[in-house]
């Protein structure tokens, strides 16, 4: 099992930054791919941005593209995601997921096995 634990979440003004964290932890923890995901009220789940388990293949949504970044740092089992120029479109719950040990990094949310609770960013305009 893994277990993903996200913090950074918060209220900003449109044009402002934040930095979303997520912490994994568990046994089976190795050679995992990685995404954020996010959800507004009303919609459904979706794909913000990926990340393999070396950090050698990058996907990003269109809507994110340019301005967050994804990161991570194995050595201490984190993955961060870099959010500038936020839009009040950005306002959603977001999502830490980690796939299979050795599954490949995808952008579609079926194809994620462990998720975290999620944390709030709120944009206001």
């Known amino acids: 099992q893994v277990q993903l634990v996200e913090s950074g979440g918060g209220l900003v003004q449109a044009g402002g930054s934040l930095r979303l964290s997520c912490a994994a932890s568990?046994?089976?923890?190795?050679?995992?791919?990685m995404g954020w995901f996010r959800q507004a009220p009303g919609k459904e789940r979706e794909f913000v941005a990926a990340i393999s388990w070396g950090s050698g293949t990058i996907y990003y949504a269109d809507s994110v593209k340019g301005r967050f970044t994804i990161f991570r740092d194995n050595a201490k089992n984190m993955m961060f995601l870099q959010m500038n120029t936020l839009k009040p479109e950005d306002t959603a719950v977001y999502y830490c997921a980690a796939r299979r040990p050795s599954a490949v990094v995808v952008t579609t949310v079926s194809a994620y096995d462990y998720w975290g609770q999620g944390t709030q960013v709120t944009v206001s305009s």
């Open positions: 568990g046994r089976t923890f190795s050679n995992n791919a």
